[in-house]
């Protein structure tokens, strides 16, 4: 199985082709089967004998890829979609053909060097210094937890002991993932803090939320995360106000910006990210709106040493790779063995430009914006929030759940677009999140003619 045979490269010519193949086609729609109608349709792949490289690449490409959903079809507008460029796409084979370790400079100098220079275009994107730095992980889940897990570490030093409690402030708009992150992995508190009537953190509303803590609890509090974009809504905390609070306090803030934080390319929009240059730590998934596969997030701190002090592991056989001044990936997060998941992101960026980038970012929050006007104008449909970026949450006036469930799955059925239901303040209602520049006013328009 390891030597390089006729056979291999047979297999490896027909994969290579079925990509380039799926590379110039316009991405299906395509739609979830049924375990039972898989197996009719598959069968039992995995056996002993095997069954060879030319029924498993059939039963790939007629059966099993076709059951599963394109997220960089311009219709595929629910959760938060993707759309990898052509080129970041093509360089993930090569990625993965490549078998680069990336945890470690020793083993990987050459992808980290790439992978650092797109993450210092982000730090810039932010304010941050031109010391500031992190690394790819595999999701917003894992980049935020290593975040906080660096700000507990660097509360920790900074006290010289432990409160009765940890804590950490959020939102109920803050992902899912975060406060699931911190009761179940973390053993930590989640405080609350109540949203303005758009839903987002304020500084005042999280210093009066604090203000009335008891005294052992505000003792127990290191870190405040703000959201630049929420999921379900694309709304932006006030950064700048949260901040303020969070100095005064001594707290770390962290900014999710897993969706969001894409916009900070748009000059358009990039003052309401203000305040976030001065956040100790930010994330951002170019696997959702910068245009890479998955699955990329970036994590970057404005002092790179705490996320060192928090994450570097030691052991007698790690000691060849943490050298002093060379910069290890696995220093900065919870993974120790990680894919060069950043690689496709730089080499699109090298590719194109960041111009580009620029471009493609303010296209889609045009698009947005164009979509957000049709709901404006359409007497059947209700806007339920102003967007910030390229979320548009609304809903058909006279709906119930029942009847967004069913016309999400005609949607689907039909093969027009995915667009799933949702929920805001407690009642049923659908969203747009257009994150993909091929997605066009006419695309919004259609589904919206099929809510009448």
């Known amino acids: 199985m390891h030597i390089y045979t006729d056979a291999d490269d047979a297999i490896a010519h027909a994969l290579a082709q079925a990509c380039l193949d799926r590379l110039a086609m316009s991405a299906p729609l395509d739609r979830p089967r049924a375990p039972e109608q898989l197996l009719t349709a598959a069968g039992h792949t995995v056996t002993a004998e095997g069954i060879g490289a030319g029924e498993a690449i059939r039963l790939w ?6 059951a599963c959903l394109s997220i960089d079809h311009p219709r595929y507008l629910s959760f938060i979609p993707g759309a990898p ?3 970041s796409a093509a360089f993930d084979m090569l990625v993965g053909a490549s078998s680069i370790y990336a945890g470690s400079w020793l083993e990987g100098a050459g992808a980290v060097f790439a992978e650092n ?3 210092a275009w982000l730090a810039e994107l932010a ?3 031109a010391t500031a730095g992190g690394t790819f992980v595999q999701g917003g889940t894992v980049g935020n937890l290593s975040a906080l897990v660096a700000a507990r570490e660097a509360a920790l030093d900074k006290r010289g002991g432990r409160p009765a409690r940890w804590s950490v402030c959020v939102t109920e708009e803050t992902h899912s993932s975060v406060k699931q992150a911190l009761r179940v992995v973390m053993d930590v508190d989640v405080i609350e803090v109540p949203g303005d009537e758009r839903g987002r953190m304020t500084g005042g509303l999280l210093r009066a939320t604090v203000d009335a803590l008891e005294p052992q609890t505000r003792d127990g509090v290191f870190a405040v995360v703000a959201t630049a974009g929420a999921t379900n809504s694309g709304v932006i905390d006030d950064i700048a106000g949260v901040g303020a609070v969070a100095r005064e306090h001594g707290w770390w803030l962290h900014i999710d910006g897993a969706y969001g934080g894409a916009a900070l390319a748009a000059p358009g929009v ?3 990210f203000d305040g976030i240059e001065s956040a100790d730590s930010f994330i951002v998934d170019p696997h959702k709106w910068l245009f890479a596969p998955f699955d990329c997030c970036a994590l970057l701190y404005r002092d790179p040493v705490a996320g060192r002090a928090a994450h570097t592991q030691r052991a007698g056989y790690l000691d060849p790779v943490n050298v002093s001044g060379e910069w290890n990936p696995s220093d900065f997060a919870i ?3 990680r894919r060069a998941r950043g690689l496709p992101f730089w080499f699109s960026l090298a ?3 960041t111009d580009a980038y620029r471009i493609a970012v303010e296209q889609t929050l045009e698009v947005a914006r164009a979509g957000a006007e049709l709901i404006r104008r359409a007497p059947h449909l209700r806007l339920l929030i ?7 949450l609304f809903e058909r006036i006279g709906w119930q759940e029942s009847d967004y469930a069913t016309w999400s799955e005609e949607l689907l059925e039909a093969q027009v677009a995915f667009v799933t239901p949702t929920r805001h303040g407690g009642r049923a209602c659908t969203r747009f999140a257009i994150v993909n520049p091929l997605t066009t006013a006419d695309d919004l328009a259609a589904i919206i003619d099929t809510m009448r």
């Open 127 to 129: 304010g941050y210094p």
């Open 85 to 87: 460029t052509k080129a």
């Open 386 to 392: 102003e967007p910030d970026l390229s979320v548009l």
């Open 335 to 337: 993974q120790l063995t």
């Open 61 to 66: 490409t007629e059966v099993l890829g076709p």
């Open 270 to 272: 990039r003052r309401l």
């Open 117 to 119: 220079q797109a993450l």
């Open 351 to 353: 590719v194109h430009g």
